[in-house]
């Protein structure tokens, strides 16, 4: 069974950061292009940013918003998908989903974790 | 970047009732396309993809057409666990965008 669970959030101040973490299981982690995505509270869904598969080399690529603030890393090994985040915003407050994407990539995401929430206030 | 619309932003609807959400993008993304179901405080779930492909596991009576730059999303007869929020996506061109979502309300 595919499970995706995200740990890592809470509350912390404008300018600080925070690592999300996401325990993928029931599948092999290196054959899938990996995404994040948040949702603000009473907001819809916003794509973060993506790591590709072990075969296109775990490239990567960010929303205008986060980038050269968080990057997205995985370690295979370790069956695990990481997001840091730096330089926090509020209105980066969010919860934080991990989601696979699907074998074909233009196929949308088919598996996701429960979330975790990150709140950025002082 | 693409912009997704949807319409309508709510939707007000019985048991039994078809229902049809549109989404609309700035620019052809082809088939591109998938449909999420969101209940509240819960991950979303992938319906459809490739603009009109059902995901396995999803009920038939949720279905997807379209192409280039105007889709729809139908609920045959909708059922009391379809109440939920519906989104877009776009898979065309990163970066990969949602619309605002359609809540369809009791």
């Known amino acids: 069974e595919v499970q995706l669970v995200e740990s890592g959030g809470g509350l912390v101040q404008p300018g600080g950061s925070l690592r999300l973490s996401c325990a993928a299981s029931?599948?092999?982690?290196?054959?899938?292009?990996m995404d994040w995505v948040r949702q603000a509270p009473g907001k819809g869904l916003e794509w973060v940013g993506r790591?590709?598969?072990?075969?296109?080399?775990?490239?990567?690529e960010y929303a205008a918003s986060v980038k050269g603030r968080f990057i997205i890393s995985r370690d295979d090994s370790k069956n695990s998908l990481y997001l840091q985040m730096n330089s926090l915003k509020t209105e980066d407050t969010a919860v934080y989903y991990c989601?696979?994407?699907?074998?074909?990539?233009?196929?949308?995401?088919?598996?996701w974790g429960q979330g975790t929430l990150v709140t950025a206030s002082s | 970047d693409i912009q997704l619309t949807q319409s309508p932003s709510f939707l007000s609807a019985s048991v039994g009732d078809r229902v049809t959400i549109t989404c609309r993008a700035s620019?052809?993304?082809?088939?591109?396309l998938a449909w999420y179901q969101q209940k509240p405080g819960k991950a979303p779930n992938l319906l459809i993809y490739?603009?009109?492909t059902l995901q396995s596991g999803v009920p038939s009576r949720f279905s997807g057409s379209g192409s280039g730059t105007e889709f729809t999303l139908t609920i045959s007869s909708l059922q009391p666990e379809d109440f939920a929020t519906y989104c877009c996506?776009?898979?065309?061109?990163?970066?990969?965008?949602f619309g605002g979502g359609t809540k369809v309300e009791i």
């Open positions: 989601a696979r994407v699907t074998a074909v990539v233009t196929h949308g995401n088919d598996y």
């Open positions: 029931g599948f092999t982690l290196s054959d899938h292009y």
């Open positions: 790591t590709r598969n072990k075969a296109n080399s775990y490239t990567t």
């Open positions: 620019q052809g993304i082809s088939s591109y």
């Open positions: 490739a603009a009109s």
């Open positions: 996506q776009q898979l065309k061109t990163y970066p990969l965008t």
